[in-house]
């Protein structure tokens, strides 16, 4: 029974996005091996290793950035 309930959390978890529409997310922006982390707006839902539109909001501009977790998302090679 414990397992089955247990079994059925994960299942939502997994099922449920890592990131969320209108809300703020870390953004870390990697290039040569270097990496900046800013605070950037989700555009749409999305689940860990999908791309996902965010906004920035200074200097104002969107970007498209991979999600690495929970409100988590990465921007790489960003000067290549």
């Known amino acids: 029974r ?18 969320m529409g209108g809300t703020a997310v870390r953004l870390a922006v990697v290039a040569g091996g270097v ?6 707006t989700a555009l749409a839902d999305a689940g860990v290793g999908e791309p ?8 104002t501009r ?3 950035a991979r999600v690495t977790g929970p409100a988590a998302v990465e921007l790489e ?3 290549r």
């Open 2 to 19: 414990r397992a089955g309930r247990q079994a059925r959390l994960q299942a939502l978890a997994q099922a449920a996005p890592a990131v």
């Open 35 to 40: 990496r900046v982390m800013t605070v950037a």
């Open 52 to 59: 996902v539109a965010v906004r920035l909001d200074h200097p």
């Open 62 to 64: 969107t970007l498209r």
């Open 77 to 79: 090679d960003a000067w």
